[in-house]
């Protein structure tokens, strides 16, 4: 009897640790530890994707472009051979096949580039017609890799970046947009919106991700230190997870990353070349507080740094102050983050 007893409570033992546990499973998203891959000139190869594996990424965003001559030009220019290998769809679907070949997983990201870096969330056609006419050579840009997408199983499938005025003005367009993709995309939608209109964007219960392209203001310091951003996150962090909660889907930060430069965190879009101060510590800093405010949130998907060069080697660097982490101090910092996050 008393072994009975023992084997029966031995049993629901088991059984009850097998169901913690595996509600823990369900519980416990894997983070998107993601990179930017920017566009290159030539093909993608075994050798440029290792260091991204080293990094301890786990997820990369290849972005692929159109062009526009002007803000209210209709007419966009895409997948012509005049175009970088990586700007195409040919040079994204191999990028795309050899990440997925590494176990990496792909966010498609289609952008816009308009003539002399005009910002493009002030695209604005000026009649109902140039409207009409762009609607459809943006649908036909979408749709092209949206089709690539399917056909390499592409984890997920960015809509656009930063198209507030387009995405405002025409929200019909992109609600029949979105419902076009479902039909041959079966991956997970997203839209990068800029950190200060996501609140405004009327589709993202259409979606499966908030995106968010995390540019927030936070320190009019010179150089703020870990503890001194985590205070400054805390609005920003509770708007968003205030929007997450509202529409019931998570957030992903479709971009993040600060430049090594004095004041990097006073306007972290800012990409002129005109600053000429080299400031690693605050690179850093800015990534660490970043980490630790957001990424072990049930509400928070990850993101994906901004941005990774396919030549390594020749990337960044100690006297380099834009964007790129590579072959500076805060690349350990991303590896070590990564890293830890693959462990917990």
């Not at 519980?27 to 920017?38: F, P, R």
């Not at 493009?120 to 840009?141: A, L, P, R």
């Not at 609140?199 to 392209?213: H, P, Q, S, T, Y």
């Amino acid at each position: 009897m008393q072994k009975t007893l023992f084997n029966s409570r031995f049993t629901f033992l088991i059984i009850l640790i097998s169901v913690l546990t595996s509600c823990r499973g369900q519980n416990s998203e894997v983070k998107l530890n993601g990179v930017s891959l920017v566009a290159s000139r030539e093909p993608v190869s075994e050798s440029h994707i290792k260091p991204i594996l080293e990094v301890n990424a786990n997820a990369v965003a290849v972005m692929p472009f159109a062009f526009l001559e002007n803000l209210s030009s209709p007419d966009l220019k895409f997948n012509t051979e005049r175009q970088w290998e990586g700007e195409r769809v040919d040079g994204a679907r191999k990028t795309t096949q050899l990440l997925h070949s590494k176990g990496l997983k792909v966010m498609m990201k289609p952008q816009i580039w308009i003539r002399r870096g005009e910002f493009t969330g002030n695209i604005n056609m000026i009649s109902e017609e140039d409207w009409k006419k762009f609607e459809t050579s943006y649908e036909e840009f979408i749709m092209l890799y949206a089709k690539m997408a399917a056909e390499e199983n592409v984890e997920i499938l960015c809509l656009g970046t930063e198209l507030f005025a387009f995405a405002n003005e025409r929200t019909v367009f992109w609600e029949q947009l979105i419902v076009k993709i479902r039909d041959i995309y079966k991956g997970k939608l997203t839209y990068a919106e800029n950190w200060d209109k996501v609140e405004r964007v009327a589709f993202w219960n259409k979606l499966d991700f908030i995106g968010v392209d995390a540019y927030f203001p936070l320190s009019e310091g010179k150089s703020p230190t870990i503890v001194e951003l985590r205070k400054s996150w805390k609005p920003h962090k509770i708007q968003l997870q205030n929007l997450s909660s509202k529409v019931d889907k998570k957030v992903l930060f479709t971009e993040y990353g600060y430049r090594n430069t004095d004041y990097a965190t006073r306007e972290p879009w800012d990409s002129s070349r005109e600053e000429t101060s080299v400031n690693n510590e605050l690179q850093s800093n800015a990534l660490m507080a970043l980490y630790q405010e957001f990424w072990r949130e049930e509400w928070f998907s990850g993101g994906f740094l901004w941005k990774w060069f396919h030549n390594h080697e020749k990337a960044g660097g100690l006297d380099d102050n834009q964007f790129t982490p590579q072959n500076k101090p805060a690349l350990n910092v991303v590896k070590g983050f990564y890293g830890e996050m693959i462990t917990d």
